[in-house]
């Protein structure tokens, strides 16, 4: 099977505007989350969508927001950037198939999309 | 609120040495799962271990093994016979079981040198 696939890998933006990063979960795969690395802040979580709908969001910003597609397949978009903004974003999948009340099964995460903002 | 304590920013080694890797954690919750990922530098974290609350055992997977102990809330990594390929960072983390509440929560991370 194919692993967790994103695009960009690499993105460089300015100040003030907007992106929007994908995220291809592991076929069969029906939960997608997100999470945001920095020097700084670690590796945080930003949200976890499962069947189209959010289950649970992290501490970020409305300026942060996702969506899920019915093939599972995830963006999430970070408006009005800022330099703060400028991370790796990376995007795990996990199978989930009993439904949303399953919980800690294995995340499997992509390569990340490295964010510059200048 | 979980928090995951890996206390060990940076650990160097001679290759073929045994490291250990130190990862303590808090949680309310009876029910959790642990985890260890390796992130070499191209950045994609790769998933090591699994491990929930109930299951106490400890395990080896060649020249990796876990030390879990619920008693003093941690969940420690050995690595055995270590080689130049060991070296990436190493993140512990946990996650708490609610219902649709589906996230991860990790460790500061531990970079790991192996020098040839």
């Known amino acids: 099977k194919a692993g967790v696939t994103q695009t960009p890998r690499y993105l460089i933006k300015t100040r003030g505007q907007q992106v929007t990063l994908s995220c291809s979960p592991i076929?069969?795969?029906?939960?997608v989350s997100w999470y945001q690395q920095t020097p700084g802040q670690g590796l945080q979580f930003l949200f976890e969508y499962f069947s189209e709908t959010q289950r649970n969001k992290g501490n970020f910003p409305g300026r942060f927001s996702g969506r899920q597609f019915s093939n599972s397949r995830s963006e999430m978009n970070v408006s009005t950037l800022e330099l703060g903004d400028s991370a790796l974003y990376l995007c795990?999948?996990?199978?989930?198939?009993?439904?949303?009340?399953?919980?800690?099964?294995?995340?499997?995460f992509g390569p990340g999309t490295r964010l510059l903002v200048l | 609120a979980q928090k995951v304590t890996q206390a060990q920013t940076e650990i160097s080694v001679v290759e073929k040495e045994d490291v250990t890797l130190d990862c303590v954690y808090e949680t309310r919750d009876t029910t959790y799962y642990l985890f260890w990922y390796k992130q070499p530098p191209s950045g994609e974290l790769v998933f090591l271990i699994r491990r929930n609350s109930f299951d106490e055992q400890n395990e080896i997977s060649g020249r990796y093994s876990w030390n879990f102990q619920k008693s003093t809330s941690s969940f420690n990594f050995t690595i055995t016979a270590s080689q130049v390929v060991d070296s990436a960072v190493y993140f512990c983390a946990l996650s708490e079981s609610n219902f649709g509440n589906e996230k991860l929560t990790f460790g500061t991370g531990t970079r790991l040198t192996i020098i040839p």
């Open positions: 076929s069969g795969h029906r939960s």
């Open positions: 795990a999948s996990s199978h989930r198939a009993g439904g949303p009340s399953w919980v800690g099964e294995t995340q499997y």
